[in-house]
């Protein structure tokens, strides 16, 4: 083989070289993303369990739910 081939071939395996090592990074955090999109969907349930539960505790306390931007009575 002449000088210029082997050095194509060798430019050639340096690039499979890159590209496995894309595929498998691209893979990474594709695990990852998915997972966190796991965690925000359970974190968002258990947001609005949470929100249900305050609004459900805060409407039978005496005078009922103080709007968020109410100040209370003592300022």
Known sequence: MTEAVLKLVERIDELEARLAFQEDTITQLND????????????????????????????????????????????
């Open 32 to 75: 990852v993303i998915t997972r966190q999109d796991a965690d925000i969907r359970r974190l968002l349930i258990h947001m609005r369990e949470l929100m249900q539960k305050y609004s459900a505790i805060s409407s039978e306390l005496p005078g009922g739910a103080r709007p968020s931007g109410d100040k209370p009575p003592h300022y």
